[in-house]
């Protein structure tokens, strides 16, 4: 403690610091000032919490709650929305008759009458033109119960277990079809500080319907700000009245216990929440509970509506369920944005509401006070830790604490179904460390700058990184010889490219091909050298050492390709030409540094092996490959499984050299790729060996198998000239480039 005490009185200023940072917090806690960015956070904490804990168990498919779907297939049979009453009194009928289900609620509402029986315009003739034709008058007579859907659907909900939907509105005060009797007068509280929702209108079902069924429920949901839907207020007030939620009513109805309130254990003056038995339903002071998904959607059984109306439904799967009619048809507009899915079924929510009611699992609010002893604790730990140890122990045992924080927050919310918010502490905790790290941050953070300044256009971000993690190293761009890997690329017939487009064009294909590539690169840690139109040189090796440098140059090469690939729909779709491109790569020393005059400067690579790189990328058309490297790059990535192409002398050099196309590792190369490798490499030993006859005959065979390989048509006119020609005893195989 005394050490402590030492450690305050040296760093007042800090500690003071500190401290405003953590009242900036609790008073944030304690709600004198809300932060909106901090709540949207809280949002982000809780969905990660509740994906995290969605067990197993959770994700097992729940058989107690059915859902019979109006789905794509239902609508292709019957017809869009809303169906005749007919049809679904008939639905209904089957369900409690032939299935023997438990319960039924609806995810609709009916608030007006169904006229597609034609009954209304028959009753207009027999007042009117056909009054005086009696055949007409008793027939219609006989037809009446028959064509009234209505009456039809209300007597198939007549001492049925059936639950209505409505809507309850909040933005319309327009009123349609009957109200059910409200659960409470919003006298019941009064004793407490709570604020339902307020209803202006709504649009209920006709009294027929609301006469026939058991109850009725709004079936609203209330989304967060961010659009998500995570709570379902339980109860709205319309005037003076509290009105329940189709999943309420439903639960209700299930347990058959009455509905009451009750009163926060620490503080009487505030609504814990509602009660079904001894079932606590916690709720916010909207009313409001979280809905306790289950897993993603179809975590409870589907059956398609039009299964059930003919019977395909196995008896077993509907037998005693309570059953939910909703839709997951995309066009009746009942998909939700969830924490747990982007798109999902409005009614599982339902479903995943009335599963927690019966199980008793909602989830609660804290309303001890946990959070501002978690606040206050942890806090008051950073801010010792940090005057007390060095920053590399206050880190490591920060990030113990912080681990040990979410652990406990984990527990409270899957053993106790208790929310504790988390992210204010977390935020507190991140302000107190990188504020009282605030002057070694801006130290090392100088010497990354400067590191930056020198190397941050040519390298990408993470070399940058590592640099500045080793500050003893030296890092300089002066000349220096080492060994490295050059790369050049260049768009194939780039010059026809460009005359067929306008400049602005031309500018954003540019852009749109070199931005990709320059990625690919960088991710492989290489270090852009220049651009020169449409060619990109690249190397590897300097700044920063690699061990490893032809293995990431090659690796570059490879995805460079693969990427190209995948863009040419872009350019496609934009009305761009297809992009081609050569890649040359040379493994050799090098001279790198900042080089160049008075008036500009540039850090770049000069020498013999880069100049054979520029050489080898010319070469690609030649060949009519993407890619071809040297013999020592070949050599520096062995694991690899290359082409041999040629020996050359390129143009500029006496030495032959062999040079080879990477066709990558072998574990995902085809066995007829490998196959086709073999037999040319033995049609190469026999045309080296000058015998003519049978390089000629691989070399065909291997042309007719692949007639776009350029390669193989090369070799069969060299054999073909050869033969008339023999080059002699002397012949070394060797061919000579007078061209780059």
């Known amino acids: 403690m005394k050490k402590l005490v030492q450690a305050i009185y040296r760093h007042v200023f800090r500690t003071l610091i500190s401290l405003l940072i953590m009242g900036f917090f609790l008073a944030h806690v304690l709600g004198y000032s809300r932060w909106a960015s901090i709540e949207a956070l809280e949002l982000l904490a809780y969905d990660a919490r509740l994906n995290i804990t969605l ?135 009064h004793d407490f500080d709570s604020t339902p929702y307020e209803a202006i209108g709504y649009a209920s079902n006709l009294s027929i319907f609301e006469e026939a069924s058991l109850s009725s429920g709004y079936f609203n949901l209330h989304p967060s700000s961010d659009g998500l839907t995570r709570t379902v207020p339980l109860l709205y007030r319309y005037q003076d009245q509290l009105y329940e939620s189709l999943s309420l009513a439903m639960a209700r109805s299930i347990l058959d216990e009455p509905l009451d309130l009750y009163a926060q254990a620490s503080e009487p003056t505030r609504l814990g929440g509602l009660s079904l038995g001894d079932r606590q339903l916690p709720v916010n002071q909207h009313l409001e509970a979280m809905i306790p998904y289950r897993g993603k959607s179809h975590s409870f059984t589907y059956v398609s509506a039009i299964d059930v109306i003919f019977h395909e439904v196995e008896v077993e799967k509907l037998r005693g369920a309570i059953v939910l009619l909703g839709a997951t048809a995309k066009g009746l507009f009942d998909l939700r944005a969830t924490p747990v899915e982007e798109v999902y079924p409005g009614v599982e929510i339902h479903a995943n509401l009335i599963a927690g009611i019966m199980d008793n699992t909602l989830m609660r609010w804290d309303t001890e006070g946990l959070e501002v002893y978690q606040i206050l604790l942890s806090g008051f730990f950073m801010v010792t830790l940090m005057l007390l140890l060095s920053p590399l122990w206050t880190a490591f045992l920060a990030f113990l604490f912080t681990l040990l924080l979410l652990w406990v927050n984990l527990y409270f ?38 590191l930056t300044g020198l190397f941050g256009q040519y390298v990408p971000p993470q070399l940058v990184n590592e640099m500045s993690d080793n500050p003893n190293a030296d890092f300089s761009m002066e000349g220096d010889s080492r060994e490295m890997t050059v790369l050049f690329s260049d768009v194939r017939g780039f010059t026809s490219i460009s005359e067929g487009l306008d400049p602005r064009q ?70 761009w030409p297809e992009i081609k491109v050569g890649v040359g790569l040379n493994t050799g020393t090098m001279n790198v540094g900042n080089m160049g005059s008075e008036f500009r400067m540039a850090y770049t690579v000069l020498g013999d092996a880069v100049n054979l790189g520029s050489r080898l990328e010319g070469l690609t058309k030649q060949y009519g490959v993407q890619i071809i490297v040297s013999e020592s790059t070949r050599a520096a990535v062995p694991d690899y499984i290359y082409r041999e192409l040629d020996r050359v002398r390129v143009k500029g050099k006496e030495r032959p050299i062999t040079i080879f196309e990477p066709l990558g590792d072998k574990e995902h190369l085809s066995a007829e790729t490998l196959q086709e490798i073999e037999v040319y490499h033995q049609a190469l030993q026999a045309y080296r060996l000058q015998d003519w006859v049978e390089a000629l005959l691989q070399f065909s065979k291997l042309l007719e198998q692949d007639s ?27 061919f000579t480039h007078t061209t780059k």
Do not use: C
């Not at 929310?419 to 504020?435: D, G, N």
């Not at 690699?546 to 190209?564: G, P, T």
């Not at 776009?708 to 060797?734: A, N």
């Open 413 to 450: 919310w899957q053993i106790h179904q208790l929310i504790i918010p988390i992210t204010p502490t977390l935020l507190m905790l991140t302000a107190l460390f990188f504020f009282n790290l605030g002057y070694g941050y801006f130290i090392e953070s100088r010497n990354k700058r400067q």
């Open 506 to 575: 031309l500018s954003q294909l540019m852009n749109t091909f070199l931005t990709p590539m320059t990625y690919v690169i960088h991710d492989h840690r290489g270090t852009i050298d220049k651009y020169m139109g449409d060619a990109i040189m690249a190397f590897w090796g300097a700044p920063l050492v690699d061990a490893n440098h032809a293995q990431h140059a090659l690796n570059a090469a490879l995805d460079m390709i693969k990427k190209l690939k995948e863009m040419q729909p872009v350019f496609a779709e934009k009305g």
């Open 55 to 189: 067990n197993q168990t959770q994700n097992a498919v729940d058989n107690r709650v059915v859902i019979v779907d109006i789905d794509e297939k239902s609508l292709s049979v019957l017809g869009r929305w809303p169906w005749g009453r007919n049809l679904l009194g008939d639905l209904v009928t089957t369900l409690f008759d032939d299935y023997n289900i438990n319960i039924m609620g609806f995810d609709a509402v009916f608030p007006e009458p169904d006229a597609s029986s034609g009954l209304g315009t028959l009753e207009y003739l027999a007042r009117e033109q056909l009054k005086d034709h009696q055949g007409f008058l008793d027939a219609l007579e006989k037809m009446r119960k028959e064509l009234n859907f209505d009456q039809r659907f209300a007597e198939s909900l007549k001492n049925r277990r059936v639950v209505l939907g409505y809507a309850i509105l909040d933005t319309d005060n327009s009123v349609s079809g009957q109200l059910p009797t409200p659960v409470f007068p919003l006298s019941r509280l």
């Open 708 to 734: 776009t390989r350029k390669l193989y048509s090369i070799y069969i006119e060299r054999t073909q000239h050869f033969q008339k020609s023999p080059p002699g005893q002397q012949w070394d195989g060797v």
